[in-house]
């Protein structure tokens, strides 16, 4: 996909991965959907990027992810204010295993919502122009986590239904590329949830051991994760993918049986 003129929704866009992704798609052209919670950071977030790009070039809209209602409206907004959607970017996640049952909504069930939220609009076989998916998944999606066993079975999850979908996208010939990303640690905000009791809940008391991985694996730059997306929209080879970035073999595919194969 050429990116120039496209628009992009990205959610939990203000801030970390998701605001790193949203500048590198307003340096290749596209017009951008901030979509965020947090009222105060995606205003910031749109007045600086207002600043570099002109406030033609984004939309910001508050909204929980989680509410199914404030979801639809916001994708009702984007076709009102940009006329189209090309791709969807389903990133906002949490790292909660007190609140679990929230880290479920926002990382999975929101991301299975917004998917098919996206495919309602830009499946061609609904009169849509076709377009790209990106769900943010996580290496915690491909290997156990021992202090973050829900978080991981989210991720487990996207990475699941992303590959799926993307099957189904693609034998219904919808004109929808699906893939999903899964990073290991990224420096960003999400991080100091591992210092906070109310994220953590019984897992606190492993916080330090967390904090060894993380030194053992080093922490990545969240332009690394924008550069790896705008891989996977750019390449029209790309459906069903999973890519992975770490530290030690930078951007690369996990590889599945010839049964498998995640290019369908
Ligand atoms: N930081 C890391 O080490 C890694 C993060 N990821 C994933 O990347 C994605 C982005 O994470 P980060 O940028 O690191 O986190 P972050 O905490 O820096 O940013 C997440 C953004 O999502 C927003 N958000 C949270 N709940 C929301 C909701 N219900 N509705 C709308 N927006 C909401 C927040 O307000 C925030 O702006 C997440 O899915 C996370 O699981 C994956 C691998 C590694
Ligand atoms: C508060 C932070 C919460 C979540 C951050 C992130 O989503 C969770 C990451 C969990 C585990 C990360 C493990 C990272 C491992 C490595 O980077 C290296 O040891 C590579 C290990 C396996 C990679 C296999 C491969 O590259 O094919």
Known sequence: MYLNGKVAFVTGAAQGIGRAMVEELLHKGAALVLVDLNLIAGEQCKASLDEEFGSHRTLFIQCDVTDEKQLKAAFQKTIEHFGKLDILVNNAGVNNE??????????????????????????????????VIINVASLAGLTPAAYQPVYCASKHGVIGFTRSIAALASIGNYGVRINTVCPA??????????????????FYKYK?????????FGVLNPSLIAKGLIDLIEDDSFNGAVMKITTSRGIHFEEYGAHQKTKI
């Open 185 to 202: 640690f990224v420096d960003t905000p999400l991080l100091e949830s591992i210092e906070k009791e109310e994220n953590m809940g019984q």
């Open 208 to 216: 330090d051991n967390i904090k060894d991985m993380m030194k053992s």
């Open 98 to 131: 007190k609140d679990w049952e929230k880290t479920i909504e926002v990382n999975l069930i929101s991301v299975i919502r917004g998917t098919y939220l996206g495919l309602e609009l830009m499946n061609i076989k609904n009169g849509g122009r076709g377009g």
